[in-house]
């Protein structure tokens, strides 16, 4: 820290004789210190204050030494106004608003990351303190980017980028000028977190960053290539009601679009439509449209894993393990006896 002194004109007085020439007519000047940090034109705060007199005729200068001390007090008191004091708390002002900013900013972002962990949703981006997983990694390997790519019940599961950073700026960094949107960024094996555990990630610092995309953007860059559903040249039963489902569910400006939009996933369900069918599931899985059916949701992603779809089998697994009924075991059986080619391991299923 620095100090500096600025010097205003506190008038004149005739109150002090000058012992060289005997005059008696002074100037007032008033000498503020005061503390700055980096530029000297913005004060932090004023740490003292004092009284200087001129002569006019000999331009002897006294200091308080040489003042009466009655009239010094008075000159002080004079010469001094309530502006020229506060605006050597510029500085102080200034860097106050910046610190309260910053915190508003600091917990408007923890106040969202809250609410983006306790109701996660596809494509959220979170920014993971993966220490907090693993700790083996080197020095620099502390944090990883990750995408939720599916939710099933209270089950979150995500996939981790391929990369390792060392600071959390490098989070928006990586995303707005699309390094996670390459092909090869992120891993293919999800990773499952039940709601408890990835609430308990979040508090244990582990959830660092959360993000979620408006639309296809993110931080001013387009988060994936495509985002609409392609339906084929060729007919295929279920996939153009499930290309409908799509487009009513993301028609939020359309009365009752959800409910629209079940219907046509429950008609490309019933036409036998994979996709279709998993959607469906998912329906009756969150409950929102309608009332919460985990049996329901089992058969439909059951209908959906003998077409041999892995997202469907996937779903099942963890699903299955959250409903007391449901076995396993035969699950995986009756794929098998059906024809399905299934490997049953911890990095697969």
């Known amino acids: 820290m620095e100090y500096g002194e600025s010097t205003t004109n506190g008038g004149v007085t005739y ?10 007519k002074h100037h007032v000047k008033g000498c503020i210190r005061y503390a700055y940090v980096f530029l000297q034109s913005l004060p932090l705060y004023p740490v003292g204050r004092r009284i ?20 010094y007090k008075q000159l002080l008191g004079s010469a001094f106004t309530v502006y020229q004091f506060l605006i050597k708390f510029t500085g102080l002002i200034l860097l106050i608003y910046l610190a309260a900013s910053w915190w508003q900013d600091r917990q408007a972002e923890q106040r ?13 981006f979170l920014l993971i303190d993966y220490r907090k997983l693993n700790n083996h990694n080197r020095p620099h390997e502390k944090f990883r980017i990750a995408k939720v790519v599916d939710l099933t019940g209270d089950t979150v599961s995500v996939i981790y980028g391929n990369f390792f950073y060392q600071h959390q700026s490098s989070f928006e960094e990586a995303i707005s000028s ?35 995309p408006e639309g ?4 001013g860059n387009f988060i994936i290539s495509d985002t609409g559903y392609q339906v084929s040249t060729s007919y295929i039963p279920g996939e153009r009601e499930f290309a409908s489902g799509l ?12 409910v629209k939009a079940f219907v046509k996933f429950e008609q490309s369900a019933t036409l036998g439509f994979a996709a279709g069918q998993i959607k469906l599931a998912e ?13 329901t949701a089992l058969y439909w992603l059951e209908q959906a894993s003998l077409q041999s779809n892995k997202r469907a089998i996937k779903k099942f697994a ?26 049953i391991n911890k990095t697969n299923l």
């Open 283 to 295: 329906i009756y899985l969150a409950g929102d449209v309608v009332k919460s059916d985990f049996d």
């Open 318 to 343: 963890i699903v299955c393990q959250q409903t007391k009924a449901c076995d396993l075991t035969s699950f995986y059986q009756r794929l098998l006896d059906f024809g399905v080619n299934i490997t």
């Open 178 to 212: 699309g390094q996670t949107r390459a092909f090869s960024y992120f891993g293919k094996n999800s990773h499952n977190f039940t709601q408890v555990q990835f609430i308990d990630l979040y508090q244990r610092e582990g959830i660092v960053k959360a993000a979620r």
């Open 15 to 24: 109150q002090h004789q000058c012992s060289h020439c005997g005059g008696n």
């Open 247 to 258: 487009a009513f569910e993301r028609a939020s400006y359309i009365e009752d679009h959800l």
């Open 52 to 71: 200087e007199l001129e002569c006019t005729e000999c331009l002897t200068r006294v200091d308080q030494q040489g003042i009466d001390a009655q009239l």
């Open 112 to 124: 969202q990351l809250k609410q983006l962990v306790s109701y996660p949703q596809i494509n959220d």
């Open 216 to 219: 296809n953007m993110l931080f």
